[in-house]
């Protein structure tokens, strides 16, 4: 909507409000109405002026209809609703044809008084929220664009989203956000005919109150018109009716939950064209139009939304129908969080008092990988994990220290640290892998952006015997740009991830994507000059890489017998596409093989789906690494159950492993049915954030009668 142009087709209409306080004042907006048709509107400022720009046409095309400006509260939208005392002031028909480039309101007729204020803002208040924007790691997002939207059920259908406003979080995610909102009750779309259509996951309150009202229904009223004719206050006081229920939270009605307590168990609450047109037909009644309580889904809070934007990325973009907060009050609080898009600010790890200490991959602490392995949960199969993927290793400098740039260093392990292997001699040559950080840049105007910084590698050509070295955080800024790319213009505010000392695949550390290796680092000043870090427990990182897969895993056979143990034929149109007829009691038994001949194996399982989601069970089912036990290890050639594993007691060569095998596998099914047939593995490898998960590596289907 234009507020101002030198066009000869658009009309400035201006003026000013005296004597408000520019807190009310900047609450306030100028309506440009010609009876209930607003013509266009602009917010008032906190000086209280006021500024328009409207078509010529718009205002003149009707003769004889006369164009007011109304003032009042800037959240009424498109309902100026006449009981609300708003100020009007007629604009001259003559004034306005006879304007060239703008017309003044003569606002001295107003009277906006300390009484009209408070009546406003008694209905149309300043309603604020507060929160913060994390990204997935739960550490804040600072500088993110917050917008927060009203929503409302559209009449046709689906929603109405408005934003309301935006505003930027700050240097910790945290955010206030504040606006406008007049109470107006339209809870229902198609109000004032509220009657005539609804959302479909109302019905069943819907259809519990008219239930209750039907068995208390008062006489015949009479013809009723359009708009509810009697208020709740007509009908509590009439002597012959007393209402049934007591009026659920609004925000509960808006989400179809106001009577739930009340629902059957086997009702399940989906679309339903014969329940909807069953309450049509008793919404028909004019009686039960008199007295159902429509204004029960009425709201003094707004129902919001948000969207959350990270310079051109949008990483939180709620849905209004899956994400409404319905009827939420003012003063809450809310936590977003990002997708997997989002740059977040994780602060550093506890420092050393001293020297330099890795404190860990992904979000594997130090302290729980032992003998190169990652401890995982401890208990389940997931435990002992070796590291593969892209490894992001974090590590810090004592506090104070005269670090300027230093290198990491990767020496080879001869074998497996858990299985008798021999430690390197030495620190190994520097490793060459791109580090790049983010910093999170504030400009003018609170403009937050975050900005790409290389670290590392690079090497001095005055220095060409130091080769990959990365730059610290705390010297970045100061690094020339003969050396690394310029550091990004702005304030500094935090870095994305703090104490990030190496990215790199884990690949690249070992030869042949499996075996093991020890990091440790090199520091020198800003002469470069090496430093001599005092010793610490955790300034060297061992670490078990494994990238391949697994060996094998494959179903090798599918065969069946009856309850008599007797083999029964496929019919079926392949060996792939079997079909048998095992009878009651009868089996299937599939012959498998899962085997790592790394000792890697985490888990493997196959499973049978059948029909709409159901789901059988096999002997054996599962089949499971366990951490080192008491228990000796099943025969050879395995696989091995719980909680025995692939690993001699006393022998080291075995440390930590499950290899696994081949088997049969037997389920026997109880109903006809095509069956799917799932292997599903894993591997017990991480990479630092969480166990790498499992995958169908084979399946086999098959229809198979018992009748």
């Known amino acids: ?53 409207v078509d010529r046409a718009a205002i003149t095309d009707r003769a004889g209809f006369q164009v007011e400006a109304v003032v009042g509260p800037a959240a009424m939208g498109k309902n100026l609703d006449p009981s609300r005392k708003l100020q009007r002031i007629a604009l001259d028909p003559k004034g306005l044809a006879a304007a060239k480039a703008e017309f003044v309101v003569p606002t001295d007729k107003l009277k906006i008084t300390e009484e009209v204020l408070r009546f406003w803002w008694q209905w149309c208040r300043n309603y604020c929220v507060k929160g913060v924007v994390l990204g997935p790691d739960h550490c804040p997002v600072p500088g993110a664009t917050v917008t927060v939207s009203s929503v409302l059920h559209a009449s046709g259908g689906g929603y109405t989203v408005t934003p309301q406003s935006t505003v930027t979080a700050d240097s910790t995610g945290h955010f206030t956000i504040c606006f406008d909102w007049c109470t107006w009750c339209v809870g229902w779309p198609c109000w004032p005919i509220w009657w005539f259509c609804w959302p479909w996951w109302w019905e069943w309150d819907i259809l519990h109150i008219i239930e209750k009202l039907e068995v208390t229904m008062p006489p015949r009223i009479g013809p009723i018109g359009p708009g509810p004719l009697v208020t709740l206050e007509n009908v509590v006081t009439t002597p012959k009716f007393s209402f049934p229920l007591k009026q659920p939270l609004p925000a509960d009605l808006m989400v179809g939950q106001g009577f739930a307590e009340a629902r059957k168990p086997e009702e399940r609450l989906v679309p339903d064209q014969a329940r909807t047109d069953l309450i049509k037909r008793k919404l028909s009644d004019p009686r039960i139009q008199a007295i159902f309580p429509w204004w029960w889904w009425c709201c003094e809070n707004p129902n919001i939304i948000f969207t959350v934007r990270q310079g051109p990325n949008v990483i939180v973009d709620e849905h209004p129908a899956t994400d409404t907060r319905w009827c939420f009050p003012d003063g809450s609080n809310v936590t977003l969080i990002g997708n997997q898009n989002t740059i977040s600010a994780c602060s550093g790890d506890p420092l050393p008092s001293q020297g330099f200490v890795w404190t860990r991959v992904g979000n594997t602490l130090v302290n729980t990988i032992l003998d190169g392995y990652a401890q995982g949960s401890g208990s389940g199969h997931d435990s002992d994990m070796a590291f593969t993927g892209r490894l992001d290793i974090f590590g810090g400098f004592a506090p104070g220290s005269s670090v300027a740039y230093y290198q990491v260093k990767g020496a080879p392990w001869t074998g497996n640290p858990s299985r008798g292997g021999t430690a390197p001699v030495g620190d190994g040559p520097p490793i060459a892998a791109d580090l790049y950080n983010y910093a999170f840049m504030l400009h003018p105007g609170f403009v ?11 090497t001095d050509p005055a220095h060409p015997g130091l080769p990959n070295l990365y730059a610290t955080e705390e010297h970045r800024h100061l690094v020339p740009t003969t050396l690394l790319p310029a550091f990004p213009a702005g304030t500094f505010m935090a870095w994305a991830y703090g104490g990030l000392k190496l990215s790199v695949p ?103 789906n059948f029909g709409h989601g159901s789901t059988g069970v096999t002997v054996p089912n599962i089949r499971g690494y366990k951490t080192p036990t008491p228990f000796a290890p099943a025969p050879a050639p395995g696989p091995y159950t719980e909680p025995a594993i692939a690993h001699v007691l006393g022998d080291p060569s075995t440390g930590k492993a499950f290899v696994g095998g081949t088997e049969n596998i037997k389920f026997t099914p109880t109903v006809n049915c095509c069956y799917d047939f799932r292997l599903g593995v894993a591997k017990r490898v991480t990479t630092g954030y969480g166990f790498v998960g499992s995958y169908t590596a084979d399946f086999w289907t098959a229809t198979i009668r018992v009748s």
């Open 506 to 608: 884990a690949a690249s550390l070992v030869s042949g994507g499996l075996g093991a290796v020890r990091l440790s680092v090199a520091a020198f000043d800003v002469a470069f000059n090496l430093l001599g870090l005092p010793a610490n427990t955790d300034d060297h990182l061992t670490l078990e890489i494994d990238t391949t897969p697994l060996t094998v895993a494959h179903i090798n056979s599918f065969v069946a017998f009856d309850i008599a143990n007797n083999p029964v034929a496929s019919t079926g149109s392949s060996a792939d596409c079997p079909a048998f007829n095992v009878g009651p009691g009868g089996y299937v038994v599939l012959n498998v093989s899962v085997r790592d001949d790394n000792g890697h194996l985490c888990d493997y399982q196959l499973v049978p």
């Open 448 to 458: 937050v952006t975050v900005e790409p910084v290389k670290m590392g590698p690079f």
């Open 1 to 53: 909507m234009a507020t101002q142009s030198d066009s000869k087709n658009v009309l400035n209409i201006r003026g000013a409000l005296a004597k408000l306080k520019p807190e009310d004042a900047k609450r306030l907006a100028v309506y440009v109405v010609r009876g209930d048709e607003i013509i266009a509107r602009a917010p008032v400022d906190q000086s209280g002026n006021f500024q328009i720009g």
